[in-house]
């Protein structure tokens, strides 16, 4: 699973101009399946989200996770994310899980992280054309991958 993980002001999805989901001052990741993920992805994953430190303390610096600043979580599904580039200019994505198994896989990461974080919680609408509007804070954005030796 790739994930970017972006510190926002604001998030939100509108699909055919409804919004269909939006939070205020939290996380907005974008959330990539390939072939290979599983089970152990999304927990790793879900752990590492909600305990990561990136918002300010008392003193400035990045010190408290989205649990402790009781922030929202706004995940929207992005197969882009597994693009290949590497021939011509025209990405392929066949790095990509195809909905039959990826759309399973991303209800199971969402069920997870509603058992794991009790703060609020957004999705985009799986497999829809969406306008996503955010307003990253810092900018902090941070890239993960589960398939990533050092994650």
């Known amino acids: 699973m790739r994930a970017v993980i972006q510190r926002v002001k604001f998030s939100q999805v509108e699909v055919d101009t409804e919004i269909v989901g939006e939070i205020t001052h939290g996380l907005m990741v974008l959330l990539g399946i390939t072939h290979d993920d599983n089970q152990a992805?999304?927990?790793?994953?879900?752990?590492?989200?909600?305990n990561l430190r990136i918002f300010e303390d008392e003193d400035?610096?990045?010190n408290l996770s989205v649990k402790d600043i009781k922030g929202g979580i706004h995940v929207i599904s992005q197969f882009t994310l597994?693009?290949?580039?590497?021939?011509?200019?025209?990405?392929?994505?066949?790095?990509?899980?195809p909905p039959n198994i990826s759309e399973p896989l991303y209800e199971d990461f969402l069920s997870h992280l509603r058992k794991e974080f009790k703060g609020d919680i957004a999705?985009?609408?799986f497999g829809a054309y969406m306008k996503v509007s955010l307003l990253n804070d810092g900018p902090i954005t941070i890239i993960m991958d589960t398939h990533n030796p050092e994650f």
């Open 60 to 62: 400035g610096k990045m």
């Open 123 to 125: 999705t985009g609408k």
């Open 41 to 50: 992805d999304i927990e790793r994953l879900v752990k590492k989200i909600i």
């Open 82 to 97: 597994h693009a290949d580039t590497k021939k011509g200019n025209r990405p392929s994505f066949m790095r990509s899980a």
